[in-house]
């Protein structure tokens, strides 16, 4: 459907919505960059203080089976439309160009259903104008177009020359030596303050820790002091954005919004392995893979849903969930109109609020570059799955991999030759979602 038709469209149902004096909650997405897959004490990393991750899963629905594509962009791309990295368009890391502007945003959707909308942080979905957050549906944007930058300088050093990456809305703008976590959070609560306040808000708060550069504060790098490096650097960034977290928890209670607004809390992708890492540092206890892998630490990466009132509080969900369902899950939550949906994606809210047990997915996709999965039931089957080491040192394996998850999450053995009939089952379930591909690209 044509933007500007649905946005008209949209706005006649809101009108209605509006008179029938429906409350719409607000809604913060914090998407953590690198965060591996067990890296909060709630998830089971016995290293690591916490508190305010930790106190978001006693308040909230925890997932133990939540996945994301294993890098920025595709992730973020997923995130965005509720579609998988290859419908999107997008299975690696954006760059000029990123996520095409014809794909309609969550952003997009709500703006077109009375919601305020602002990205605060990191893009990474292109950097020329026509791809920019301000045109793919946020009224707000300020952060950084790339893929990192330096937090004091705000310089983006890697792959040269050097360049200078702070943005509001499309302009550029400079604030050398302050720390970009401060200044983020300076406009969080100045965006959340100056808000219409008869309107709904989605706001969408990338953040861009734990990536690299490790940039913690001192107080947590005393306190990690006795922890070897990598892992002390790491654990440091991952507690200075704990306590951004907690910052963010208090400031919307001290504004009276905690229980009107709905906080989904993930990272983007595992643990980074990049030289540029020092080698590694995060924790996927014993799941295989990490950053830029389809194994599952690559992919499985830590979730928490929370709203206050509303959803159940200190429960744990074991069930497959993946970051393109929260794309359907806020269109129920928030009442919004459904016309014209293409979404991969299921809704959640049967899940989260307990009355529905099974996973809303029977099959999921991931694509990176030449990699790819199909994940079906425990089974999971993997092409050219890519085996990462520390300090850029990774590995392809050629051909197919098969795992069952349930009997090995660890991954460790293949099982192509003792599954064949298993193999050739996967096979079909990726060539009927290939075959669905094609379709669209005739349209």
Same mark, same amino acid.
């Given at each position: ?28 997405? @914090? ?231 709905? @906080? ?59 970051? @393109? ?10 009442? /919004? ?26 099959? /999921? ?72 591909? /094609? ?5």
């Amino acid at each position: 459907m044509d933007k500007k038709l649905f946005a008209l469209l949209s706005g006649c149902l809101l009108s209605g919505i509006a008179e029938a004096g429906q409350t719409k909650p607000n809604v913060i997405i @914090i998407y953590t960059d690198d965060h591996g897959t067990l890296d909060a004490n709630c998830f089971g990393a016995p290293d690591l203080c916490t508190p305010n991750i930790d106190a978001l899963a006693t308040y909230g629905v925890r997932f133990t089976q939540f996945y994301a594509a294993p890098v920025s962009s595709a992730s973020r791309a997923c995130l965005l439309t509720g579609q998988y990295a290859k419908r999107t368009g997008l299975t690696g890391n954006a760059g000029w160009t990123g996520l095409r502007p014809e794909k309609e945003t969550i952003a997009e959707r709500m703006k077109a259903n009375g919601y305020q909308t602002a990205c605060i942080g990191k893009w990474h979905l292109g950097s020329w104008k026509e791809y920019r957050p301000t045109a793919q549906g946020f009224d707000y944007f300020w952060g950084f177009l790339g893929g990192c930058i330096d937090s004091y300088s705000h310089f983006f050093y890697w792959g040269g020359p050097n360049m200078h990456d702070l943005w509001r809305n499309d302009e550029e703008i400079y604030d050398p030596g302050k720390f970009f976590a401060t200044e983020t959070m300076k406009e969080v609560r100045g965006y959340i303050k100056n808000r219409e306040k008869d309107k709904p808000f989605f706001l969408y708060w990338a953040v861009n820790i734990p990536h690299y550069p490790l940039q913690p504060s001192e107080k947590w790098l005393e306190y990690y002091s006795k922890l070897p490096n990598p892992r002390r650097m790491y654990a440091a960034f991952v507690s200075t954005f704990d306590d951004y977290l907690g910052e963010l928890c208090r400031f919307l209670t001290s504004q009276g919004l905690d229980e009107n607004t709905v @906080i989904i809390f993930q990272s983007d992708n595992g643990h980074s392995t990049e030289v540029r890492t020092f080698g590694g540092g995060g924790y996927c206890g014993d799941y295989r893979g990490g950053k830029f892998s389809l194994f599952e630490g690559g992919i499985r990466v830590p979730a928490i849903v929370s709203w206050p009132g509303h959803f159940p509080e200190g429960e744990t969900r074991d069930q497959v969930a993946m970051n @393109i369902d929260w794309f359907p899950t806020i269109v129920e939550l928030c009442g /919004l109109n459904t016309d014209g949906l293409e979404i991969d994606g299921k809704s959640l809210v049967p899940l989260i609020k307990g009355g529905v047990l099974e996973s809303p997915h029977d099959v /999921l996709h991931f694509d990176f570059e030449k990699q790819w999965a199909v994940r079906y039931g425990d089974w999971k089957l993997i092409n050219n799955a890519i085996d990462v080491l520390p300090n850029d040192k990774n590995k392809v394996i050629d051909g197919l991999y098969l795992t069952n998850l349930k009997e090995d999450p660890t991954e460790s053995a293949n099982l192509k030759d003792k599954y064949p009939e298993k193999v050739k089952e996967l096979l079909k379930l990726r060539k009927q979602y290939e075959d669905t591909l /094609l379709v669209e690209k005739k349209k």
